[in-house]
């Protein structure tokens, strides 16, 4: 039942026939099953999400009651996708918007009769960007203008942004 519980966890659709063949002899009603399916996707997920030890697991779950025999049938399968489980984790976790597209242009206004202020350029930025939303992908546009004292500004912030991404250790 553990290793069915980590495969939800790390993304993989769970066997409940399996589950259910697995705990029929229990004598288990149906919302018993759940809760304690439930009960072991929290308490694997947080031990993965809190980097608890098995050993840790098993001794915690042998305090609030549950039979030595569980704990150790819950720590092996525990043991083997620690790491998995924390990675998937993180990367839940760490989601960056992504730029899929960028376009840009510079515009000179030599003269104008509605403009006071010409001879001074602009630059017009065009960014698409995707964004991963609880397993979906939404995608949506950003438009600005900026002038050239803006643009130095946002190039001279960026550089020091990646200077200091750069030297940074994960």
Same mark, same amino acid.
């Given at each position: 039942?553990?290793?069915?519980?980590?495969?939800?966890?790390?993304?993989?659709?769970?066997?409940?026939?399996?589950?259910? /063949?697995?705990?029929?002899?229990?004598?288990? *009603?149906?919302?018993?099953? #759940?809760? $304690?399916?439930? =009960? +072991?996707?929290?308490?694997?997920?947080?031990?993965?999400?809190?980097?608890?030890?098995?050993?840790?697991?098993?001794?915690?779950?042998?305090?609030?009651?549950?039979?030595?025999?569980?704990?150790?049938?819950? /720590?092996?399968?525990?043991?083997?996708?620690? *790491?998995?489980?924390?990675? #998937?984790? $993180?990367?839940? =976790? +760490?989601?960056?918007?992504?730029?899929?597209?960028?376009?840009?242009?510079?515009?000179?206004?030599?003269?104008?009769?509605?403009?006071?202020?010409?001879?001074?350029?602009?630059?017009?930025?065009?960014?698409?960007?995707?964004?991963?939303?609880?397993?979906?992908?939404?995608?949506?546009?950003?438009?600005?203008?900026?002038?050239?004292?803006?643009?130095?500004?946002?190039?001279?912030?960026?550089?020091?942004?990646?200077?200091?991404?750069?030297?940074?250790?994960?």
């Amino acid at each position: 039942v553990a290793v069915n519980v980590i495969k939800q966890l790390l993304g993989g659709k769970p066997d409940y026939a399996k589950v259910q /063949k697995l705990t029929g002899d229990s004598g288990l *009603e149906l919302t018993d099953v #759940k809760a $304690a399916l439930a =009960a +072991l996707f929290f308490i694997i997920g947080n031990g993965a999400k809190y980097n608890v030890t098995d050993e840790v697991l098993a001794k915690e779950l042998l305090s609030l009651g549950l039979p030595p025999e569980h704990c150790e049938a819950l /720590k092996k399968p525990y043991r083997e996708n620690v *790491e998995a489980l924390r990675s #998937k984790l $993180a990367d839940e =976790a +760490l989601r960056l918007d992504k730029l899929e597209n960028i376009e840009w242009r510079v515009d000179y206004i030599i003269s104008s009769s509605l403009l006071a202020n010409v001879g001074n350029p602009s630059c017009s930025v065009h960014l698409d960007i995707s964004s991963n939303i609880s397993g979906g992908t939404t995608k949506r546009s950003v438009d600005f203008e900026m002038t050239d004292e803006q643009l130095r500004v946002l190039l001279h912030e960026l550089e020091t942004a990646r200077a200091g991404m750069a030297s940074t250790k994960f």
